[in-house]
């Protein structure tokens, strides 16, 4: 399959502080990301999406950053939260949306 | 949200036996689901995709005799473990395919712990 990977696989940040998660993909085909969280024993949930024509999109507490001249993405947790922890991933796909690629992921710990 | 289901959430089971786990999309029709599967600490690694009424796209690697899936319906798919060995022993995860929504975004189900003893 196509190649998504992150930089760092754990991640502790203070509650409070701002968190950010960074994926690498090597698809410039590419034209749909998307973030999950994934808690412990349970299916990845969506978090916020980007297409490939967008270079930010902001969520709720959440931002994703798409820099395509060196295919990466990167995940922005405004004012993290104990609830935040947990793992989360990138994911890729082309156009047609035929395959989702995940990256290795990346276990985010708060700490009270 | 669109809201998949997945049954069993766990099975334990013998060596050489088969396993079926059945993903229904409960609230909207789903003519695309995936398989993943999740080894602990791991990523999800697709498995295959299953197109309702069509033969699934298995990724390479994966044994389609091995793994057989089958979409009988728009809100069902089936993933059956076939001659299960301990090394099958995994989380298996589905997800469907909202078309209506328009960016093609999947919605998952909860998991399926298999164990094989």
């Known amino acids: 399959g196509e190649s998504v990977g992150l930089h760092l696989p754990t991640l502790s940040v203070q509650e409070g502080d701002n968190s950010i998660i960074n994926c690498a993909y090597s698809?410039?085909?590419?034209?749909?990301f998307i973030w999950y969280k994934q808690e412990s024993g349970k299916g990845p949930q969506f978090i916020i999406d980007?297409?490939?024509?967008?270079d930010k999109r902001q969520g709720q507490r959440v931002t994703v950053l798409l820099n395509k001249t060196v295919k990466h993405l990167s995940l922005q947790i405004a004012a993290t939260q104990p609830g935040d922890s947990a793992v989360y991933f990138c994911?890729?796909?082309?156009?047609?949306?035929?395959?989702?690629?995940f990256g290795s992921g990346t276990k985010l710990n708060v700490k009270p | 949200g669109a809201v998949v289901s997945q049954h069993p959430s766990r099975v334990i089971c013998k060596s050489g036996t088969s396993v079926k786990i059945e993903c229904r999309s409960l609230d909207f029709q789903a003519t695309t689901m995936f398989w993943y599967r999740q080894f602990p600490k791991q990523s999800l690694m697709l498995m295959a995709t299953s197109n309702e009424g069509s033969k699934a796209t298995y990724e390479q690697g994966v044994e389609k005799d091995k793994f057989l899936i089958n979409h009988a319906s728009l809100t069902l798919s089936t993933l059956t473990v076939t001659s299960a060995h301990p090394e099958d022993s995994s989380f298996y995860i589905c997800?469907?395919?909202?078309?209506?929504?328009?960016?093609?975004?999947?919605?998952f189900g909860p998991g399926t712990r298999l164990t094989v003893l």
């Open positions: 980007i297409r490939s024509n967008m």
């Open positions: 997800s469907a395919r909202d078309w209506t929504r328009g960016v093609g975004e999947q919605f």
């Open positions: 994911a890729e796909t082309p156009y047609n949306f035929n395959k989702f690629y």
């Open positions: 698809n410039s085909a590419s034209d749909y």
